[in-house]
């Protein structure tokens, strides 16, 4: 197929936190320098900030060494955290407040801010635009231009193909975007950056990578009921026997809260509903005091990389680099990864740029793992290493312990190796040895269905197109993991996109694509590793307003 191309110095996928960051420090880096680099970042969202979804409660370090006058620049951070709770949910009814000796001080957030990262990536991609970057949003990343072995850029998806995948009369070829550097910035699960991994062996002797589903809801709050600035982080119920996972409660400005739970995608148990235990997180009382007589205005989920330094890929590879939540950057033991995304960003313009000034640009980026090993996101991550394989190995409560007296007690440098070694998805275990779960029906008020908050996420894709969840056999789910694992797709997807339903007297497994708000569990959460996500046509997904 003719495809139109052009050319860059550098092209990014993805205008999250990390592609942003890298954006932005290489258009300054160029400026100082007084060079022109043509930048180029592409994102599949129908606008910079439509995919973001996160808690969350920013840290500004990344951001005081990009900008740091942003303050004077107007960077949406207007409510810092004025206090921290940390709950141990016993069970339904029953709280206890922890003191702050007996929980980790990596979720002390003195110093940080209550954000809607959407909104913070907004205007990041104005500061990116005021410095000659080019951001082309409605633009998927599809395909990797490999050459000779080395990455030489991306194609953007091709428009008006229909189900079947033949062109439509609006047919429209996506382009070659052509770089000397690509860097994938795609967030958690990203399909092109999976694909790199498995391309140039990233992975090799490293522990799985391991992943959460957090889930988020804003509130409109009554007055009375909202204190602007507070933070509430909580452990045990809902989560019980195999799961673990956190719940939060974020104070933010006008009158909103922040809701949602964090479900570990190791759990063991098929009937688990990670949508259902989040229904049930907000009926505990010490939730449901701030949330009741409230609104809720939008809703959202999405995969989380929480493997830390020991499931971290090598980051680059011939033409390219992977950075943020691509990789794995996350640092667990903060509950936070969008700082460590931004640097990880930044630290690959630094390398791109210095690479460039080569007469001839290497093949592979030269300094980056010392660059990378040299900065404070490694020291963050070293420190942090055990914190999430010590839980999988000991438990809430043990790892919990361990990790308290690690980081209060030994900065994070314990001389123990932990590490969990067992991929996320081969946990299941078979349905016949595990009990189904009850979950009550939603009141409407607290508690609601898979759709009508898929309604709330504003997601849209155009019905007439390839399915962008692909089935490597289309036998599995009927005749594996039906009968296996009473097929926990339909159970695991935050927006019911996946069913077994009758028709004509027989098992049907169906997937209801057009509900899918990008959150990559079924690529990673499905025990046959049979379904790949892709990405759909331009525009489509979730359009969260200030997520």
């Known amino acids: 197929m003719q495809r139109e191309s052009m050319e860059f110095d550098v092209v990014i996928v993805g205008a999250g936190p990390a592609g942003l960051s890298c954006a932005i420090r290489l258009a300054q880096q160029a400026q100082e320098r007084e060079q022109e680099l043509m930048i180029c970042v592409v994102e599949k969202g129908s606008e910079v900030g439509a995919h973001i979804l996160s808690g969350a409660v920013f840290e500004p370090r990344a951001l005081n060494e990009l ?28 709280a206890t407040r922890l003191p702050g000796f007996m929980a980790p001080k990596t979720f002390h957030n003195h110093g940080n801010y209550i954000a809607s990262m959407g909104n913070l990536c907004r205007w990041l991609a104005e500061q990116a635009e005021q410095l000659g970057v080019e951001i082309f949003p409605g633009f998927p990343a599809a395909d990797i231009i490999i050459e000779e072995g080395r990455v030489a850029g991306i194609i953007t998806g091709d428009m008006g193909l229909d189900s079947k995948g033949e062109q439509k009369s609006g047919f429209e070829p996506g382009m070659e975007l052509r770089a000397k550097y690509t860097v994938f910035a795609e967030g958690c699960r990203g399909h092109l950056g999976k694909r790199l991994q498995q391309q140039f062996n990233l992975a090799d002797g490293k522990s799985p990578q391991h992943y959460a589903i957090g889930f988020k809801e804003i509130w409109d709050v009554p007055a009375e009921q909202h204190q602007p600035g507070l933070v509430v982080h909580s452990t045990g119920w809902p989560l019980e026997n195999d799961a673990s996972g956190g719940g939060y409660l974020y104070h933010a400005e006008d009158g909103q809260v922040y809701v949602g739970l964090i479900v570990d995608l190791n759990y063991s148990n098929p009937y688990l509903n990670p949508f259902g235990e989040f229904q049930k997180f907000k009926t505990h009382p010490e939730i449901a005091k701030t949330l009741k007589g409230g609104k809720r205005v939008t809703y959202g989920a999405r995969a989380i990389a929480k493997g830390g330094l020991y499931s971290l890929p090598k980051m680059t590879f011939a033409g390219g680099v992977l ?225």
């Open 67 to 94: 900008f740091p006058d942003w303050q004077e620049r107007g960077a949406p951070l207007n409510t810092p955290v004025t206090d921290d709770h940390i709950m141990l949910f016993k069970n339904a009814e029953k």
């Open 323 to 547: 950075v943020g939540c691509n990789a794995g950057t996350l640092n667990f033991a903060k509950i936070k990864g969008n700082h460590t995304a931004m640097k990880s960003g930044m630290l690959a313009a630094e390398s791109i740029f210095a690479a460039l000034q080569h007469e001839s640009v290497p093949v592979e980026l030269p300094d980056f793992a010392e660059r990378f090993e040299n900065s404070w996101l490694y020291d963050e991550l070293y420190r942090s290493r055990n914190f999430g394989p010590a839980v999988h190995k000991f438990g809430t409560i043990l790892g919990g312990a361990y990790n308290t007296i690690d980081q209060n007690w030994f900065g994070g440098k314990l001389p123990f190796t932990i590490k969990d070694n067992h991929a996320d998805h081969a946990q299941m275990r078979k349905a016949s040895d595990c009990k189904p779960i009850d979950y009550p029906k939603p009141d409407n008020q607290l508690t609601f269905d898979r759709l009508s908050s898929v309604f709330l996420s504003n997601t849209n894709h155009e019905e007439d197109q390839p399915c962008h969840l692909q089935l490597k056999d289309a036998t599995i789910p009927l005749q594996v993991n039906l009968p296996e694992f009473a097929e926990p797709a339909q159970r695991y997807c935050p927006a019911g996109v996946y069913e077994v339903v009758e028709e004509n007297g027989e098992a049907v497994f169906k997937i209801n694509a057009q509900n899918c708000i990008h959150c990559k569990t079924c690529d990673i959460k499905d025990p046959s590793q049979n379904i790949t996500w892709v990405t759909p046509e331009g525009t489509g997904g979730p359009n969260y307003p200030n997520m």
